[in-house]
């Protein structure tokens, strides 16, 4: 999301290898010698936990979250838009970054867990990057749309996905994850330009999404000043906020800079940094 306006917001069968290869049944229980304590079985592993989402909304649309629980603690989310609109490939040919590679950088120094709302082209263009970012515990990543176009009119200037277009732009996305490595991208949607009406909740129903906005805007983007946006931050983060920030050079220069202003800051008042799928678990538990 880039807004010019900074306010605006086992049990796997495995045959046994001995003198013969030609069963291929399940092992026979180990015998308990009569009189002595029973053998240990080993634990069994629960399938891994789904992440959680949030219940649709009125009449079935996609549900929107913009903030967590505000009496369960000083948490607060952190999340980084990388951008790259699906028509920007000449600038990048020419030099142009829509990466920030220091900022990741200073986000695991200081240890700090973030979600990544990442658009399609992005990961296609910095394939590395997204890999590395998706299988890194410390980071989620989030769907930003493939195109970064607009899902209504008048966002930004954006360009617009039509309505019939609009789940497709998200699941070519998720495609272009898969395709980078990305492992185990979040159902975690974010509107670029954070721009959505019905119609666009309505469109993206199927896929089963939850849509994230936030609370706090932190006005980096086309930022000069990173004293300004380390104060924009830090005078709005409440319990429970999702911070709206970027990744992308070009567009965001200053933001690592105010990061390592936020981050110490809002540690010595005693919040504590989690990825937006912590604060979405909070919300849904309370319901």
């Known amino acids: 999301m880039i807004t010019r306006v900074p306010r605006v917001l086992a049990v796997l069968s495995v045959c046994a290898l001995g003198a013969t290869l030609a069963s291929c049944g399940p092992a ?3 015998r308990e010698t009569p009189g002595a304590a029973p053998s240990a079985r080993p634990p069994s592993t629960p399938p891994p936990s789904r992440p959680p989402t949030l219940a649709p909304g009125p009449a079935g649309l996609t549900p929107v979250f913009h903030h967590g629980p505000r009496d369960q603690g000083r948490t607060v989310a952190l999340t980084f838009d990388a951008d790259m609109t699906a028509d920007q490939g000449p600038r990048a040919a020419a030099g142009e970054r829509f990466d920030h590679p220091r900022l990741i950088a200073t986000l695991r120094a200081l240890k700090v867990p973030s979600t990544v709302f990442m658009t399609g082209r992005w990961a296609e263009e910095y394939p590395d990057q997204a890999r590395s970012l998706g299988r890194d515990p410390l980071f989620e990543v989030a769907n930003h749309s493939y195109s970064h176009y607009a899902f209504t009119g008048d966002c930004y200037g954006l360009p617009t996905v039509p309505e019939e277009r609009m789940r497709a732009d998200v699941e070519r996305a998720y495609a ?4 980078a490595g990305v492992p185990a991208a979040m159902p975690y949607f974010r509107f670029p330009g954070g721009c959505y009406d019905r119609r666009a909740l309505r469109a993206l ?3 089963g999404v939850t849509a994230v906005q936030w609370d706090v805007v932190s006005g980096d983007a086309f930022a000069t000043d990173a004293d300004a946006v380390a104060r924009q931050v830090l005078d709005g983060v409440r319990p429970g906020s999702v911070v709206v920030l970027h990744c992308t050079r070009s567009a965001a220069p200053v933001t690592e800079r105010a990061v390592r202003t936020i981050v110490p800051e809002l540690r010595r008042k005693g919040f504590r940094f989690v990825k937006v799928s912590e604060l979405i678990g909070a ?3 309370r319901r």
């Open 28 to 30: 026979p229980a180990p």
């Open 176 to 179: 272009a994850f898969r395709e």
């Open 283 to 285: 919300a849904g538990a």
């Open 205 to 207: 129903t199927a896929t």
